[in-house]
């Protein structure tokens, strides 16, 4: 059952609501469904104003408790301020486009993605290979490089990633490239050596690039539930976000956390993963995830 199924159960099939709106019972139950839907603290502010609209006799039929969730987390999701193209500098270089975050939530398989809607957009792109401490990351992304017919730079396994960003782009300035687009190691977020190469990973790509990392994207797993939190602030407090990618959303409703997080630390999502071919990135639509959310 989905969320919305699960909320019209406990709080429309009641005949009392039905003539009156929405009662106390209701609301809580409302609230102790969006917990359990990875809303986390954010559940509590939207049951309380789900009370406050109950008080005011609003919210008597199913359409207009449906629609006021809707807009409470479509409203919610939306910290983007309207920005949705990739800032890629001002084309007397390269733009630095960085992808971070934790093992295995989908850092490879996302920037093979951009690389392709960028190469689809007319961009030249070259790809950094900045993850040389799992055996195996290099060769991942060569094989997306040569799929999608972008070059790419990589270094030593157990390399310096710095020393592999600088390489990346210095050959794309010299390429007359757009776009460098840098991989890198995930680990857990918990490991401060991370944390210190991820600083000096935008170190470097600043020197070497005037306004570089132009965009440093952190991805998280959709299904993570509450961790995503905890994850967005690590990485957050080491290096300044300037977007999230939530990935996985395909064959779930989740997602709820990551938008509670991105809303919590005023980091947009800028994107969506819905797969795992090339084309499942989508732009990331907070009237749409809300839709998602709450379909019937
Ligand atoms: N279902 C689904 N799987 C994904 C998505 N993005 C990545 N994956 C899969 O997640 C796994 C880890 O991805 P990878 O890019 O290697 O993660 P990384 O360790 O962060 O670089 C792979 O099996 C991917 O195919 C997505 O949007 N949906
Ligand atoms: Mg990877």
Known sequence: MGLWQ????????????MVKGVDETAVEDIERLLIEADFGRVS??????????MRLGRLRTEAELKHWLMDRISGLADVSSGRQDLDIGDGTGPGVILL????????TTQLAKLAK???????????AAADTFRAGATEQL?????RIG????????GGDPAAVV????????????????????????????????LAKIVRVARKVRAGAPHETLLVVDGTVGQNALRQASEFSDAIPLTGMIITKLD??????????????????????????RLEDLLPFEPRIFAETILKD
């Not at 809607?117 to 790809?127: E, F, I, P």
Request: proline share 2%; hydrophobic share 45%; charged share 25%.
């Open 142 to 146: 060569e094989v997306w490089a040569d």
């Open 44 to 53: 509590f502010e939207i049951a309380s104003e789900l009370r406050a609209q």
């Open 6 to 17: 699960k909320i019209r159960a406990v709080a429309l099939t009641d005949v009392a609501v």
């Open 251 to 276: 064959g779930t409703s989740k997602g709820g956390a990551v938008v509670a997080a991105a809303g919590e630390l005023s980091v947009p999502v800028r994107f969506i993963g819905v797969g795992e």
């Open 117 to 127: 809607k960028l190469q689809d957009a007319g961009k030249s792109v070259m790809l």
């Open 150 to 157: 972008v070059e790419y730079v990589s270094g030593k396994p």
């Open 100 to 107: 971070v975050g934790v093992n295995g939530v989908g850092k």
């Open 166 to 197: 600088f390489d990346a782009i210095r050959a794309a300035e010299a390429r007359s490239i757009d776009v460098v687009l840098v991989d890198t190691a995930g680990r857990l977020h918990t490991c401060g050596d991370l944390m210190e190469e």
